[in-house]
C-alpha cells in the first residue's frame, strides 16, 4: 500500500516570495508522482508529474518539483508566487506495476494563500 | 480536445433517496476513475472501470455502484443515502497505463 504526507496543512506567503510545498510518501514499489491544485469549487488540475527521467520536473503556472528517491520526497517550488496561486495543492502516488489500476493515493493537501 | 465533464454539478437529495451520477470522459480514454471528497477524509478511491469491467474499488459500503458503458461514459449510483455521504465527488479519466488521471469539475451532492 502506499500512502503521502503533506506536512503543512496551511502555508502562508506573502506575494513574489518563494514557496515550498512538501510531500513525501511510502510504499514497497516504484510510484509515480503528481502534483494537482484545485481552486475553490473545482475539479483537480494536474500542475506536474514525474514518470521517470530527470528528477526535476516543470509544470505548469511556473512550478517545478523535484524527485528525491532516497528521501521519498517530491517538493513542489515556486520561486515568485502570484494571488492568483492562491488554492490547495494536493500531492499523489500510483504504483508503476503493469496492470495497476488507476488508484490514486493522495495526501491531505495543503492550503496556499498568497498575501498582497 | 474537450476535458472530463460530469453532470448534473449541483444536488440536492434527502437520507434515504438514491442518486445516479454521470461522466464523460476524454475522447479516446477507457479508464475512469470515481473519488470522494470530504473535509474530514479528504481524496478516496471508490472505483476504477476500464472498458466496461470494474478493476478496483476502494473502502466504500456496498449502497456506492458504478458502471461503465460502451463509449466509456460511466455513472455511479449511490442508494439509501446518508448525511456522510455529502461530498465533492470527482471523476478522472486516462488513456492506459497507470499514469496520468485527468479530472472533471466535480458534482457537489448535498444530503439533507
Known amino acids: 500500500a502506499q500512502s503521502v504526507t503533506q506536512l503543512d496543512s496551511q502555508v502562508p506567503v506573502f506575494e513574489e516570495a518563494p514557496v515550498e510545498l512538501r510531500c513525501n510518501y511510502s510504499s514497497s514499489v516504484s510510484v509515480y508522482l503528481f502534483w494537482y491544485v484545485q481552486y475553490p469549487n473545482q475539479g483537480l488540475q494536474l500542475l506536474l508529474k514525474?514518470?521517470?527521467?530527470?528528477?526535476l520536473v516543470k509544470g505548469i503556472n511556473g512550478f517545478e518539483a523535484e524527485f528525491n528517491k532516497s528521501q521519498t520526497s517530491f517538493h513542489l517550488r515556486k520561486p515568485s508566487v502570484h494571488i492568483s496561486d492562491t488554492a490547495e495543492y494536493f500531492c499523489?502516488?500510483?504504483?508503476?506495476?503493469?496492470?495497476?489500476?488507476?488508484?490514486?493515493?493522495f495526501g491531505s493537501g495543503t492550503q496556499l494563500t498568497v498575501l498582497p | 480536445k474537450a476535458g472530463v465533464t460530469q453532470t448534473p454539478r449541483y444536488l440536492i437529495k434527502t437520507r434515504g433517496q438514491q442518486v445516479t451520477l454521470s461522466c464523460s470522459p476524454i475522447?479516446?480514454?477507457?479508464?475512469v476513475s470515481w473519488y470522494q471528497q470530504t473535509p474530514g477524509q479528504g481524496l478516496q478511491f471508490l472505483f476504477e472501470y476500464f472498458s466496461e469491467t470494474q478493476r478496483n474499488k476502494g473502502n466504500f459500503p456496498g449502497r456506492f455502484s458504478g458502471r461503465q458503458f460502451s463509449n466509456s461514459r460511466s455513472e455511479m449510483n449511490v442508494s439509501t443515502l446518508e448525511l456522510g455521504d455529502s461530498a465533492l465527488y470527482l471523476c478522472?479519466?486516462?488513456?492506459?497505463?497507470?499514469?496520468?488521471?485527468?479530472f472533471g469539475p466535480g458534482t457537489r451532492l448535498t444530503v439533507l
Open positions: 478522472a479519466s486516462s488513456f492506459s497505463g497507470p499514469d496520468t488521471q485527468y
Open positions: 514525474y514518470l521517470s527521467g530527470s528528477t
Open positions: 475522447s479516446g480514454h477507457r479508464s
Open positions: 499523489a502516488v500510483n504504483r508503476i506495476s503493469s496492470g495497476s489500476a488507476r488508484q490514486l493515493t
